[in-house]
């Protein structure tokens, strides 16, 4: 292992690292644009300029990026040389940049912002006018392009190259006149990876739709959890406004509603990349939802209507459960261990593959639509459903289930967190929590077990399903 | 005269580019004599001996180069010959590949052969129509005549030559830029490490040399190394094709002597500054070479190791001869548009710094400069010096702080008076 010397300080390297990858390894900062640990190295914006200390041949200069490590290297990230490139590289990037971050969203969380302020902090010293370009260009249904702000600094088209392999973007033009551009019409669109751009834009170049001038990212803040739309279960970061920073007057939903979801670096699942379906978990978590338990319809408090539910129970003959294979590693323990001897447990599919939707590539996407297959088939198997004449009555739990398959004068206790029409056709109809209201985990396909935390508070009218299932079991005399 | 002549060594005629004419010459002979009685390593080592330099305009010992590829590393190996001739007031590869294409073919198939080759590629500036023709026509004859394709000479060697048009940019003659759009890609240079010797076409091993740089092979193999060494100077070895322009009144491409008198050239053998005219400055090798006076060009011989002592280059051997009356600030601009049109817009310094120095000079051009411009220019060109991907970045900023340097009372008089002390005038009447 080569040992190099950064800043006179010793760094163990590995051999066929770059002076750029050690550094990052030993928490050494050298700032980078166009350089991204998983993608290749185009070493085009000239900002990890470092100087090495020759003895033979005086220092020189070179990018980090490009560097091969050798023993005994003398690496100076803070000389007067290296500085000076650096800045003079900030002047030549925000030469023609509009320095618009008033109304930028990267503003908050952008790179270019960040090295302004560290290394250069001055004034443009160009009198003439800056090179026009496209905004607001359209690169797909899901993405606008800022050409005025953008760096070219190559990360979008590489990662279309060497990470989706849709080789849908690249550079037109060129010189200062070069722009990205989606290589033939559509080809963007069918990306399922493309809204990743936005994230590795060092800039405010590439925009989200949907989130366009949603929020500054400083009224936001950040949760962890997953991403339950495959059985990949994706680390996520779900951001929504930072409780401090309520807004009063407005849409009062803003402060409980999912303003973007970006992915949390997990290298054991996802690495620092998620598709498009978890992009727009807002869709998932945001349909309407059942607040209200009923009875057969009628609404009732909470407590009754549990109270209805433990007697079905306490009662049947023949039970069936339906498991949800988006509960929690929690809930189906607790479910197994409450209920899981009175009644004859399946699995349910709650989710399967919606048309257009991609069934399952070569990055990160799971044919399987559920978050939890594993955990639940942990406990309950993979047979699949059998409801025979003479049950007496079926608990179904979650969505996916078609009501047409009840067995005759079987008994419903439906369990499920979003409106739907068979919500009121229930004997009992219990309102569930949903995953950004606790905490929990679930574990992958490979798995792999992942943490999620809650985002918003629970309303007092849904049951947490880990809690409510004990108390579905509870004997009835206990409470009578 | 220029002394001896390794290249323009016969009268053009209408047919002195053919195989026959080529063959009456003594063509194909070195080839012959490379594949009967020398392995590749010694073909190697007598173009080492010979200490023939690149033309193209970094000058780079040509045998060192090649001795970089391993012969036995198992990969194939990639021979460019970079004929996409575009830095401005260049044009002797075209004479070469007009006049002399199978002097190339040979030279080619030499360093074929020596370095482990079983395609080599030639990269033609797209512009090129009659060369091109040439050149096709020459590789149709060699075909023929079994020089090319497999069991060449009745021997083991085979190799194929596929010759490919450039589409104008002028970064594609860089090395890099060349195999990359050779690649399919966008003409963009690559960074080193790694160098193309170790990782160049389609991540093989490759060398790419100039046409003039492989011209003279033939010539090395045949008469060896010894014999090229007579030629020219003890650093600069043999001959160098200067295509000269501008204020001159025999322009043209001339074959010299390495060593030869810089003054006397211009005065004898291209007859002289245009009208009579004094010189007022001349650019040695290619625009991206510094520009030089008439008290600096003296003393001077053209060889590679003088005109670098001078602060300049040989270069690309683009000669563009300016007399006195022309306007400079007017020139740079010319120059300057050009580096912003062909800046392949990839890395940073080069991308945003060729649009600031062209909206400058543009300004200054138009009455509009202020002092402080001509320190602004200087400091984009330093900032360009060795932080970009290719050379293209640091040669326009070497010209640039060329002409500044040396005519900064112009720039100071154009600013100053909002006008050309030449009324900005590139042309010079050819009567004085």
């Known amino acids: 292992m080569p040992e190099i010397f950064i800043n006179g300080r010793p760094v163990q390297a590995e051999k066929n690292q770059t002076v750029m990858q050690a550094a990052v390894a030993n928490g050494i900062s050298i700032p980078y644009f166009c350089w991204h640990p998983q993608l290749s190295v185009p070493g085009n914006c000239r900002i990890c300029i470092v100087e090495v200390e020759d003895e033979k041949g005086g220092n020189w200069t070179d990018i980090a990026c490009n560097m091969p490590v050798s023993d005994g290297m003398r690496v100076l990230t803070e000389s007067a040389a290296a500085l000076a490139h650096r800045k003079a590289m900030l002047q030549f990037i925000l030469l023609n940049h509009p320095v618009d971050c008033g109304i930028c969203d990267k503003a908050g969380e952008c790179t270019l912002q960040d090295y302004h302020y560290q290394y250069n902090g001055a004034p443009s010293v160009s009198r003439d006018a800056k090179v026009r370009a496209t905004k607001f260009h359209p690169l797909s249904e899901r993405i606008v392009l800022d050409n005025e702000r953008c760096i070219l600094c190559s990360r979008c088209v590489r990662f279309t190259h060497e990470i989706s392999k849709s080789h849908a973007l690249g550079i037109q033009a060129r010189a200062d006149h070069s722009v990205i551009r989606a290589v033939e019409d559509g080809s963007f669109e069918q990306d399922p990876y493309s809204d990743n751009v936005i994230d590795i834009c060092p800039v405010g170049a590439l925009l989200s739709r949907s989130f366009l001038y949603k929020a500054r990212v400083w009224y936001l803040k950040e949760t962890p959890s997953i991403c339950p739309g495959c059985a990949r279960g994706c680390s996520v970061k779900l951001w929504h406004r930072k409780p401090e920073w309520k807004l009063n007057v407005l849409d009062p939903r803003q402060n409980t509603s999912i303003a973007r979801v970006t992915p949390l670096e997990n290298p054991a699942v996802n690495g620092p990349w998620i598709c498009n379906k978890g992009r727009d978990l807002a869709r998932i978590f945001e349909r309407p939802r059942a607040e209200q338990a009923m009875l057969k319809g009628s609404p009732v408090e909470l407590p009754a209507a549990i109270d209805a539910a433990r007697r079905l129970v306490g009662k049947a003959k023949r039970a069936v459960a339906l498991v949800s294979n988006w509960g929690s590693n929690e809930e189906l323990a607790a479910f197994k261990v409450a209920l899981g001897e009175r009644f004859a447990c399946f699995v349910k599919q709650d989710c399967s593959p919606q048309p257009g939707e991609p069934i399952e590539d070569h990055l990160l996407i799971r044919a399987d639509k559920n978050p939890n297959t594993a955990t639940a088939r942990k406990h309950f198997g993979d047979a699949t459903p059998e409801l025979h004449e003479g049950t007496d009555l079926v608990l179904v739990w979650g969505e996916g289930f078609d009501f047409g398959r009840l067995p005759r004068g079987a008994k419903v206790i439906f369990l499920h967190a979003y409106l739907q029409p068979e919500n009121g056709h229930a004997d009992v109809f219990l309102p569930l929590s949903i995953q950004t209201e606790r905490r929990g985990h679930y574990t992958n396909f490979e798995g792999v077990v992942s943490a999620f935390e809650p985002c918003f508070p629970k309303k007092a009218s849904v049951a947490d399903a880990e809690t409510l299932f004990a108390a579905l079991a509870a004997p009835v005399e206990a409470t009578a | ?432």
Not at chain 2, 47 to 57: D, M
Not at chain 2, 125 to 154: C, N, T, W
């Open chain 2, 1 to 432: 005269m220029t002394g001896t002549k390794l290249l323009m060594t016969f009268p053009v005629t209408a047919t002195s580019h053919s195989l026959a004419d080529y063959r009456a010459r003594g063509g194909y002979r070195a080839l012959e004599k490379a594949l009967a009685q020398m392995k590749p390593q010694d073909v190697t080592h007598e173009v080492i001996a010979s200490g023939l330099q690149g033309r193209g305009g970094a000058a780079f010992p040509v045998g060192r180069k090649w001795a970089t590829v391993k012969l036995d590393d198992g990969q194939p190996h990639y021979l460019c010959c970079n004929a996409d001739e575009g830095e401005p007031g260049t044009f002797k590869d075209r004479w070469i590949l007009e006049h002399a294409p199978h002097l190339l073919l040979e030279s080619m198939q030499i360093a074929a052969y020596a370095i482990g080759v079983r395609h080599s590629f030639v990269y033609i500036r797209g512009e090129f129509d009659l060369p091109y023709r040439r050149l096709a026509g020459a590789i149709e004859e060699a075909y023929q005549a079994g020089y090319f394709g497999e069991r060449i000479l009745g021997t083991d060697f085979a190799c194929d030559v596929i010759v490919y048009r450039g589409a104008g940019s002028y970064v594609c003659g860089e090395a890099s830029g060349l195999i990359t759009s050779i690649e399919g890609k966008k003409g963009y240079p690559r960074n080193r490490p790694p160098r193309l010797s170790v990782r160049g076409l389609y991540q093989r091993p490759t060398v790419v040399n100039n046409v003039e740089t492989l011209a003279n092979i033939a010539g090395i193999i045949a008469h060896g190394a010894d014999a090229f060494r007579k030629v020219g100077t003890k650093t600069s070895p043999g001959t160098r094709l200067i295509s000269i322009s501008g204020h001159i009144n025999r322009p043209g491409v001339y074959e010299i002597e390495l060593g030869y008198p810089f003054a006397r050239f211009l005065r004898e053998d291209c007859g002289g500054i245009l009208g009579g005219r004094p010189l007022k400055a001349i650019i040695p090798g290619g625009v991206s070479t510094k520009v030089l006076t008439p008290a600096d060009i003296e003393p001077l011989a053209l060889d590679h190791a003088a005109l670098e002592a001078a602060g300049s280059s040989l270069g690309s051997g683009g000669m563009i001869v300016i007399a006195e009356g022309t306007c400079m600030v007017h020139l740079l601009q010319v120059m300057l548009r050009f580096y912003h049109h062909e800046s392949c817009g990839q890395c940073t310094p080069c991308r945003d710094g060729m649009g600031w120095l062209h909206r400058i000079i543009d300004r200054i051009v138009a009455g509009e400069g202020v002092p402080e411009d001509i320190e602004r220019m200087q400091a984009i060109s330093r900032a360009n010096d060795g932080t970009t991907i290719c050379g293209m970045g640091d040669a326009a900023g070497y010209a640039t702080v060329a002409i500044l340097d040396k005519f900064r009372d112009e720039f100071a008089y154009a600013i100053a008076h909002k006008r050309s002390r030449f009324d900005g005038r590139l042309e010079v009447s050819g009567h004085a």
